[in-house]
């Protein structure tokens, strides 16, 4: 199983990126799934989950810019950010709760990272 980030880059302060994430490989079945960030010099830190059902949940000082959505049937998750801030230039992980095979406890799985760099 492999997940597969794409969509960073740079962009202005004020501007949008969408960032997606893929995956693929012998999936039964796909749990939660989320994006996490790690800014420079810190820990990494949730950004937002979405559950198979499409429930969101966000950290608290990204509500209202950031919008979290997934594909079912694509096995993707979709990171919509607007009004970036300079404060928001990290690398971007996503993340997912995957079940291989039916019957089996789900597995943690990460992508490899996509840089965001915000220009002020």
């Known amino acids: 199983v492999q997940l597969q980030a794409s969509g960073g880059g740079l962009v202005q302060a004020g501007g949008s990126l969408r960032l997606s994430c893929a995956a693929s490989?012998?999936?039964?079945?796909?749990?939660?799934m989320g994006w996490y960030r790690r800014l420079p010099g810190k820990q990494r830190e949730l950004v937002a989950k979405?559950?198979?059902?499409?429930?969101?949940s966000y950290a608290d000082s990204l509500k209202g810019r950031f919008t979290i959505s997934r594909d079912n049937a694509k096995n993707t998750v979709y990171l919509q950010m607007n009004s970036l801030k300079s404060e928001d230039t990290a690398v971007y992980y996503c993340?997912?709760?995957?079940?291989?095979?039916?019957?089996?406890?789900?597995?943690?799985?990460w992508g490899q990272g996509t840089l965001v760099t915000v220009s002020s």
């Open positions: 979405i559950t198979s059902g499409g429930s969101t």
């Open positions: 993340n997912a709760l995957i079940r291989e095979r039916r019957f089996i406890p789900t597995l943690n799985y």
């Open positions: 490989g012998s999936i039964f079945s796909i749990d939660d």
